[in-house]
């Protein structure tokens, strides 16, 4: 047992690396499929109720009726289901900036990962990629307060269900809840890079 103890701690910086790694491949690989329509798509609900990003679209503001006579966003009448291609929602896709954003979204990401992948060896660009990926994750968390799409809706069925709202996650609320082990991991990533740093600085 205790060689185990004393490889786990001689393996910190390891681990570390591993963390680094494990964050760019997640941050290329969705940071990527922002390049994708469906995925474009699906960031929607996300950013259009955001406070801190919904003034990157068009059609922020605009309310309908729906077929239950009901003001709702506009933007959940023009849902694309993944893998479904429809014309008309894609239109007004293109209209409220949705795709432009996310290639630009997904630049930010992909950089932001990069940062952390050269952390291994550039302690300075690590710390700026933890930090910046502490804050994404932080925006990112925020949907869980701003995002009506985060929980389960009433929705009933042959009778009523009492399992909606908080504090049950649907599967997008599950994902944006997992930012919390991302936002851990930058934390740790950035005391390790700003320990580095000092070290090699001599910064007192």
Sequence with gaps: MEKIIKLLAKSQYIFTNFARISIFIV??????????QYEADGIVPFVINSPAMRFFYHNMEKRVLDKNGELIPEYQLFKNPEGRVVKKNIAWHQENGTYIFSYIFGFVIVSIGLMIFLGIWYPKIGIFGAL??????????????????????????????????????SAAGR????DVIMLAAALIIAAESASRLIKKTNIK
């Design 175 to 178: 994902l944006v809840l997992k």
């Design 27 to 36: 941050m290329a690989w969705i940071g990527g499929l922002k390049a994708f």
């Design 132 to 169: 910046c990926t502490v804050l994404m994750s932080l925006v990112t968390l925020s949907f869980l307060i701003t995002t009506p799409e985060a929980f389960v809706p009433k929705l009933d069925g042959d009778f009523p269900s009492p399992i909606y709202g908080f504090p049950y996650l």
